[in-house]
């Protein structure tokens, strides 16, 4: 279990310093991944920099199984932490970073290679120096290092950067199983599509605050109604005079009526239906965009399809 509350980091000393993190709540549950989304410089690096003990907060407390990272008595083997991959100490080969992290905890040395396998790093691999890694071969390596003590709770910051699709589908795998035995997963990305297939919580976090949280399913839920009448443009006027918003979508129209509501103005209007269900949801992306507007540095235009900075 990880639990942030009020959570908050000020860079600088005085009151006018950057507030990166501002009152961040939220908590990561056993047996289920929770994905921390956000723009560049939300705020997410940092929170799991306190989490991890990297870096100290202005106020409030972050905690892993109820201690804060520094009173765990063994953290290798109570939470397993990968937020820069290119911070391993390049000099060394990837065996030998593990074979020094696993004696630091204590552990048997055949958990190097049960691990060397896990990632998929291959014999050869594990012999070179980790100067010569690419950006995938050193997050397989950190995930190696981060599982190597089993863990219950993972930490991981944009795990997918740099692994080939085969290497993210690996990633998933590996993190919805950990899950599955009952393990705590909080991973931070900006790749939508794998937190939408990988997560079942989300935490959305815009500017330094906390602007959405819930199981995925709740996040994702679309609460509007579609609708398809042979007049579309009768019916717009029919439930806009009725106190709804309608938008066209496609060749019918999004509505915030439900669908009972729906279904008796058009018959109150004495307009035939053609199609009436519930919307399909918008996705992670349109949720994402919309939550974190305030806080993009890139202001979307549809109709012309251009962006242009804030
Ligand atoms: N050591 C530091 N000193 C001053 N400001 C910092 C420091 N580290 C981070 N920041 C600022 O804090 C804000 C949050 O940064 P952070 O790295 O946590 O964002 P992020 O959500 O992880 O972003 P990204 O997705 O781009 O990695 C940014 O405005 C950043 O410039």
């Given amino acids: 279990m990880i639990e942030l509350t009020?959570?908050?980091?000020?860079?600088?000393?005085?009151s006018r310093g950057h507030l990166a993190v501002d009152h961040v709540s939220f908590t990561a549950r056993p047996g289920r991944v929770t994905g921390f989304l956000g723009p560049n410089g939300a705020g997410k690096s940092t929170s799991l920099r306190i989490l991890t003990g990297l870096t100290p907060p202005t106020s409030g407390t972050a905690t892993i199984l109820g201690r804060r990272y520094r009173d765990l008595p063994n953290p290798g083997r109570e939470v397993g932490v990968l937020l820069d991959a290119s911070a391993q100490h390049v000099g060394r080969t990837g065996r030998e970073i593990l074979r020094v992290a696993a004696q630091t905890m204590r552990l048997p040395g055949g958990r190097v290679q049960e691990m060397l396998d896990l990632v998929g790093l291959t014999e050869a691999e594990s012999a070179r120096r980790v100067r010569d890694y690419s950006l995938g071969m050193r997050q397989r390596l950190g995930l190696a290092a981060a599982l190597l003590g089993d863990p219950a709770v993972l930490v991981l910051d944009e795990p997918a950067n740099g692994l080939d699709p085969a290497g993210i589908r690996w990633m998933r795998d590996l993190l919805r199983d950990y899950a599955r035995r009952g393990g705590t997963v909080l991973l931070s990305s900006h790749l939508l599509h794998e937190i939408e297939v990988v997560a079942d919580d989300i935490v959305v976090i815009g500017q330094g605050r906390i602007v959405a949280g819930g199981t995925k399913e709740e996040l994702l839920a679309d609460e509007r109604t579609f609708v398809r009448a042979t007049d579309s443009v009768a019916l717009a006027a029919a439930l806009l005079a009725d106190g709804h918003s309608t938008e066209p979508v496609a060749d019918g129209l999004c509505t915030d009526a439900d669908l009972a509501t729906t279904g008796q103005v058009a018959h109150r209007a004495r307009l035939p239906l053609v199609e009436l269900r519930r919307a399909d949801g918008a996705g992670l992306?349109?949720?994402?965009?919309?939550?974190?507007?305030?806080?993009?540095?890139?202001?979307?235009?549809?109709?012309?399809?251009?962006g242009a900075a804030a």
């Fill in 6 to 14: 009020e959570l908050t980091k000020r860079y600088g000393r005085d």
């Fill in 285 to 306: 992306e349109e949720m994402f965009l919309r939550l974190t507007a305030d806080t993009q540095r890139e202001t979307t235009h549809p109709t012309s399809g251009e």
